[in-house]
């Protein structure tokens, strides 16, 4: 079993029970994302103090984009079904397979199969909307933007350790948001916030970055696909959004696209 791809799907399986921690904690999308970012970096600090460099361009655009798709998924999160915001997201590897060609990377035939085996699943997980609303737009957005963190973390992890690139990824981000959380911030639940920022972060992050060093770019994102899968199953379970006989179909073809793209 190779460990770069079990990291990414662990990290995956974490990052999936975020909505849980999002809507617990309560408040606004901006002071949920300071305390996600802020308890984060607080977890993996002492880790990291050994580890610090000057930040160079590719941590400094990938702390932006991970800033990005954080607070983008959150409201969507707040404003469509989780499952929905889910999809949204993994919209990603759609966008990251033309960048990876662009950076000189051959496109797998595994990758041509696995890819609309795992988006069809997502469709037919998700009930689809008549119009865009606020929840949707940044949905796309957050999918947009996670892209380019799939992209930008392959390239980071060719310098750098999975301590240094959180420590920006987190560190930069909280430092951006601290004077609206003084001035604007408001939560229902700072142990929750405390989960948060460990649970579907902290540790997911640093999973995500140790296997980004070791899977290709076009790939990881589909192996990520069963993120949504669990997301879905947690709006069930959790918040008990109900599962069509569709969306159990759909969340077939995700674990079918995730295991050919696991395939030698």
């Excluded at 051959?106 to 990758?111: D, G, M």
């Excluded at 420590?167 to 405390?194: E, H, T």
Aim: aromatic residues 12%; glycine residues 10%.
């Amino acid at each position: 079993m190779r460990y770069g791809e079990v990291s990414i799907v662990l990290s995956a399986i974490l990052m999936g029970t975020v909505a849980i921690f999002v809507r617990n904690t309560g408040g606004d999308a901006l002071s949920i994302t300071f305390l996600r970012l802020l308890f984060g970096f607080l977890v993996i600090l002492p880790f990291c103090l050994k580890d610090i460099a000057p930040p160079d361009r590719i941590l400094i655009g990938l702390a932006f984009f991970n800033f990005t798709t954080i607070a983008s998924y959150i409201t969507a999160i707040q404003n469509v079904e989780v499952a929905m915001a889910a999809l949204l997201l993994y919209m990603a590897p759609v966008y990251v397979i033309p960048i990876s060609v662009l950076m000189g990377e051959k496109v797998e035939t595994k990758t041509l199969l696995a890819l609309p085996l795992g988006l069809t699943g997502l469709y037919l997980m998700l009930t689809p909307y008549a119009e865009l609303t606020p929840g949707i737009i940044f949905g796309i957005i957050s999918g947009f933007s996670y892209a380019l963190v799939f992209v930008l973390s392959k390239e980071a992890r060719k310098k750098h350790s999975p301590f240094r690139i959180n420590f920006y990824n987190l560190g930069l981000g909280s430092a951006a948001l601290l004077p609206y959380f003084v001035l604007f911030g408001k939560v229902k639940s700072i142990l929750w916030a405390v989960g948060l920022g460990i649970v579907p972060t902290a540790i997911p992050f640093l999973l995500f970055l140790y296997g980004m060093k070791y899977v290709k770019v076009q790939r990881a994102p589909i192996l990520a696909l069963i993120e949504p899968l669990c997301a879905g199953l947690v709006g069930y379970l959790y918040f008990g959004e109900v599962l069509t006989l569709n969306q159990l179909i759909g969340g077939a073809m995700i674990l079918a696209g995730v295991l050919i793209a696991w395939r030698d």
